[in-house]
């Protein structure tokens, strides 16, 4: 089993800044075909991806919706995903959950999740 603990989230104004972080214990993935990611889920919506990166060269992907505010990072040492999130506007409000898995060729799969933490961006 992998335990994701997530911390960051909070309250904001518009504009303003977030770091999530989310740490990885337990059963470690093979570096090679480790991935982590951060999806978010609002209100009445479905969960979305938001970002994600791969462990082995540290290939990233983010959703239109946040490229070029957010940063998706690593630090391998601590087993450790972070996202900077810049520029926050009122829909970036939702609870942000970490995940962590396993590349099958291109493709996630994600078997572990994280708790969620709370986002909220006040206009």
């Known amino acids: 089993q992998v335990q994701l603990v997530e911390s960051g989230g909070g309250l904001v104004q518009a504009g303003g800044s977030l770091r999530l972080s989310c740490a990885a214990s337990g059963r470690t993935f093979s570096t090679y075909s480790m991935g982590m990611g951060w999806f978010r889920q609002a209100p009445g919506k479905e969960r979305e991806v938001v970002a994600r990166?791969?462990?082995?060269?540290?290939?990233?992907y983010y959703a239109d919706s946040v490229k070029g505010r957010f940063t998706i990072s690593r630090d391998n040492a601590k087993n450790t995903v972070y996202l900077q999130m810049n520029s926050l506007k009122p829909e970036d409000t939702a609870v942000y959950y970490c995940?962590?898995?396993?590349?099958?060729?291109?493709?996630?799969?994600?078997?572990?999740w994280g708790q969620g933490t709370q986002v909220t961006v006040s206009s």
């Open positions: 995940a962590a898995g396993r590349y099958a060729g291109s493709t996630p799969i994600y078997d572990y």
């Open positions: 990166i791969r462990w082995s060269g540290g290939t990233t």
